[in-house]
């Protein structure tokens, strides 16, 4: 495991590609990759609270010429275990037009302010960040087997 990264992250990356749930809901992975999830908090997280932006991506290959080859993101409000990262409730919007009422539910004002507002170039490095972090946990995975 990557040991620069916080006990807390590396507990949510574990539940992202694990919980049954969050599998059969985004974890697809049809071409017998390694499912290797990543996120991104959308405001500091809070106590027990993270509501962030996911990715799950199926990948394929180790090292260098690891690739993904499908993959799943979304939002998610989570209560977590302030020490451990351990997630012990979280939600995620459905699809559709039942999304947006589910978002509102999800995410306190300021949450749904700073989901709004972040600009392109922000979303496309955050997306580019979390892609990275998934072959770089996908790499640990294969090297762990």
Do not use: K
């Not at 580019?128 to 972090?133: D, T």
């Amino acid at each position: 495991m990557t040991p620069l990264l916080d006990p807390a992250q590396l507990a949510v990356e574990e539940f992202l590609r694990t919980d049954p749930e969050v599998v059969r809901r985004f974890g697809a992975t049809p071409h017998d990759g390694r499912l290797a999830c990543a996120f991104t908090p959308i405001v500091p997280r809070r106590d027990n609270h993270l509501f962030a932006r996911f990715l799950c991506l199926e990948v394929l290959g180790t090292g260098p010429g690891a690739y993904s080859i499908s993959g799943s993101a979304s939002s998610i409000a989570m209560i977590i275990d302030p020490a451990s990262g351990a997630v012990r409730d979280w939600r995620t919007p459905r699809d559709g037009a039942d999304g947006r009422t589910d978002l509102l539910e999800m995410f306190p004002a300021d949450v749904m302010n700073a989901f709004r507002s972040a600009d392109t170039a922000t979303a496309n490095r955050q997306t580019s960040e979390m892609q990275s972090r998934c072959l770089a946990i996908a790499n640990e995975l294969a090297a762990a087997s």
